[in-house]
């Protein structure tokens, strides 16, 4: 077993840390990682897993920030955060392929031309498994068209201010005009139905792949709200 690198202790505090800041650089070392090939993250998460925590650790159980009663795994808080970070952390190495939680290793063009989004501080601050909040979509003047699909970005964030999140990602990332937010709803598990809408519309193949982070569809707005409704319903 190899020594942890931070305290072990039973909570989110320290899923999302060991996740975030531990597990996601080793996972990148691992073989199936430097193939370059797609990869099934679990299978690999489960292996490294092993290698610092024992069963009966992974199945300790802490209680929920926000829900009374409700309980948590170490292991399933381990999981989601590394998942989480995976799919949409700007520190991530990987790429998500929106299948079955199938991932490839970023190349080393890819990490240099990615623009680093600013991150959504309420995650961390929050630091547990659900939380609530509000999906936007936003495009741009330039990119916008009327009938037809145009890019959109589809996101999420937990503040009460979705301009704050959207107008505060765009400064300073070399765009020559004001943002235009199109479209929000306030929903619960907010991560977790952002994670849905992306997975849809991946596998409708609206992903903009030559686009900065994962999170660009050429899509419409109608589509986008259809897919809300439907999840929330």
């Not at 400064?171 to 992306?198: L, M, N, S, T, Y």
Request: aromatic share 12%.
């Amino acid at each position: 077993m190899k020594p942890l690198p931070i305290e072990f202790q039973p909570n989110a505090s320290f899923c999302y840390k060991f996740a975030r800041y531990h597990l996601l650089p080793e996972l990148a070392q691992e073989p199936e990682a430097l193939s370059g090939e797609p990869f099934k993250l679990n299978l690999i998460l489960n292996r490294v897993l092993g290698r610092y925590l024992t069963e009966d650790q992974m199945g300790l159980s802490y209680p929920a920030r926000d829900t009374e009663g409700k309980m948590h795994q170490v292991g399933t808080g381990l999981r989601f955060f590394t998942s989480l970070r995976a799919k949409r952390g700007p520190e991530s190495p990987f790429v998500w392929l929106g299948q079955s939680g199938m991932y490839r290793l970023k190349s080393d063009t890819e990490l240099t031309l990615e623009a680093v989004e600013d991150e959504d501080e309420a995650i961390e601050e929050q630091a547990d498994v659900e939380f609530n909040g509000w999906i936007y979509a936003f495009t741009f003047p330039a990119i916008k068209k009327g009938n037809e699909a145009f890019p959109i970005k589809v996101g999420f964030t937990s503040a009460v201010e979705v301009e704050a999140r959207v107008f505060g990602q765009c400064k300073g990332a070399g765009f020559f005009e004001k943002p235009e937010i199109i479209g929000r709803w306030q929903v619960k598990r907010v991560a977790q139905v952002e994670d849905a809408i992306h997975a849809v519309l991946k596998a409708r193949g609206r992903w903009k792949e030559d686009a900065p982070g994962d999170e660009w569809f050429t899509t419409t707005i109608d589509e986008v709200r259809s897919i809300v409704s439907f999840i929330n319903s």
